[in-house]
């Protein structure tokens, strides 16, 4: 199959709500990877017979090749720097097992069900490449972790990220062969358990399948496809929520006119002033209390717009490692090459997580920010001292969101001290064979750490911000509210209501994080996400 051959009729057609997610042939984008995680889609193996009948094909070469007598490294080899020990033909069918065996020293917490779906449909995707030399019932048995739902218990930590995902790659491959521990159906099962009631054996894994299944970035890249839905989100819910602070504090829409956004015509900025805009429409532009806003308000398109112009370049990395063929050796049906290379590196990756997580980190400070102008009696233009929607004889006693600011600036804080690039510290392993690797996993835990962080202050901010603007019309009654900042109060106010007397907002907190974290906050009340 000629390159052309490989990237045509990658077009994404138009999917029905729920209908399956077609593996092999085509290319998989994010938002399918977050449908397969979130369990909103099952996958289906494509019925295309030239791809079934390449992935067959190179199976069936490595056969031959190996029959022939030919070298196939980690086939009739060791692994790593173990390449110069040859292993004999008795032991070859044995080998796959075995490393599946030893490389089952992951630690760190587990990963979590979304977070499994999406590493596992990011190696099938691999695999389904048709450069792996692995074969067909090896593709279904994937897939049937995918549609039934059993799921590896993967622990997050243990992956230098090259030579790929090896040590929690080894417990999706353990699960595909019967060994250790799965979730199923809501309860710790063991795998081989799960497959008799599946109707299934246990899977006899083939030279090279092994090898296949782990020696690639699934890792890394399926937690950077659930990165990406979640930062690109958080985009919209601070563009939103600087709207909502605008008219709070009293501020000004005319720092959101088009034309200073033409002047200095960076994509992400003006998408973001734009959404601002609307939610501001309508308002008078007015000076309020200030000529101009201060640098949190006023500059906060050119803030997320950073996030904006750095997700479409993440996108694009992102996706070609999803849509590649990422383990080594490379086997080619077509041309019965084997190629001995190094695209289990994830620099990519590690490189865009280290970099989403610096512009996410960004929107946390940004919201920290303006939360604190809100709180602040000296800065707020008018609004009570830390918000406080006591009456005037119980405020002396009320503190409103002074607590809730102290710990969005701990979250901010924690989210910026994680920004260190992970990509920088390579370390040298495996007998100096790997001695240069990419921490791409490491950069993706990370930047999936910022974005809890930021979630977190994201919530903070959106309560404070909805309280202040109550606070606003209180005051001023004329105070205009547009349509799609009335339906984003109503919204968060059937879940957290008035802080009119002090209590505890844990769970208000807790609420409003997940739905963001769900990219559900900006959504359910007709805001799409961008």
């Given amino acids: 199959m000629a390159e052309s051959d490989l990237t045509q009729d990658i077009q994404q057609p138009a999917r029905a709500s729920g209908a399956s997610i077609v593996i092999g042939g085509r290319k998989l984008t994010i938002e399918e990877v977050v449908d397969i995680a979130q369990q909103r889609a099952p996958i289906t193996l494509s019925d295309d017979p030239a791809w079934r009948s390449r992935i067959a094909r190179g199976a069936d070469f490595l056969r031959r090749h190996l029959a022939s007598g030919a070298t196939v490294y980690g086939v009739n080899t060791g692994y790593g720097d173990a390449c110069v020990v040859d292993v004999p033909m008795e032991l070859v069918e044995a080998l796959p097992l075995q490393l599946t065996r030893y490389h089952g020293c992951g630690m760190g917490r587990y990963l979590d069900d979304a977070e499994t779906l999406a590493v596992i449909a990011a190696r099938l995707n691999s695999l389904a490449y048709g450069f792996s030399g692995v074969r067909p019932v090896l593709l279904e048995r994937v897939a049937d972790l995918i549609n039934h739902r059993v799921l590896p218990r993967i622990p997050a930590e243990g992956s230098v990220g090259a030579s790929g995902d090896l040590t929690p790659l080894s417990y999706v491959a353990a699960a595909l062969v019967g060994e250790r521990d799965v979730l199923f159906n809501g309860q710790l099962r063991d795998a081989r358990g799960v497959w008799r009631e599946l109707g299934h054996a246990p899977l006899t894994l083939a030279p090279k399948e092994g090898l296949a299944l782990m020696n690639g970035t699934a890792v890394m890249t399926g937690l950077a496809c659930l990165a990406f839905a979640r930062a690109r989100h958080l985009t919209r819910v601070a563009a939103r929520l600087t709207a909502l602070s605008t008219i709070a504090l009293d501020g000004r829409a005319a720092h959101f006119d088009p034309l200073l956004f033409e002047a200095k015509p960076h994509a992400g900025q003006a998408e973001a002033a734009a959404w601002i805009r609307a939610d501001l429409a309508g308002r008078d532009d007015t000076p309020g209390h200030r000529l101009q806003d201060r640098y949190s ?35 080619d049906p077509d041309s019965e090459r084997v190629l001995h290379g190094g695209n289990f590196y994830g620099g990519h990756i590690a490189f865009a997580m280290d970099s989403l997580k610096n512009a996410v980190a960004n929107l946390a400070d940004l919201m920290d920010r303006q939360l604190a ?6 800065f707020n233009n008018g609004l009570p001292r ?15 969101f002074k607590a809730v600011q102290i710990s969005s600036s701990a979250w901010t804080a924690e989210a910026l001290k994680q920004t260190m690039p992970a990509s920088v510290f390579s370390r040298s392993t495996e007998a100096h064979n790997q001695d240069k690797v990419s921490m791409g996993t490491i950069a993706a835990r990370d930047c999936l750490r910022v974005l809890e962080l930021t979630e977190q202050v994201a919530a903070a901010h959106t309560l404070a911000a909805v309280q202040a603007a109550r606070l606003r019309l209180r005051l001023n009654p004329a105070t205009l509210v547009p349509q799609p900042l009335e339906a984003f109060m109503q919204s968060v106010s059937e879940d957290s209501p008035f802080v009119d007397e002090d209590r505890a907002l844990e769970f208000d907190l807790r609420a409003l994080t997940a739905r963001i974290a769900a990219c559900a906050l900006v959504e359910r009340n007709g805001g799409g996400t961008p």
């Fill in 297 to 331: 308000i006023r500059c906060a398109p050119h803030v997320i717009g950073v996030a904006c112009d750095a997700l479409s370049w993440v996108r694009r990395d992102v996706e070609n490692e999803l849509n590649s063929a990422n383990d080594n050796p490379l086997i």
């Fill in 373 to 378: 102008l809100l709180v602040d009696d000296k």
């Fill in 386 to 400: 830390n918000l406080s929607g006591a009456t005037s004889a119980r405020a002396p006693i009320n503190h409103g």
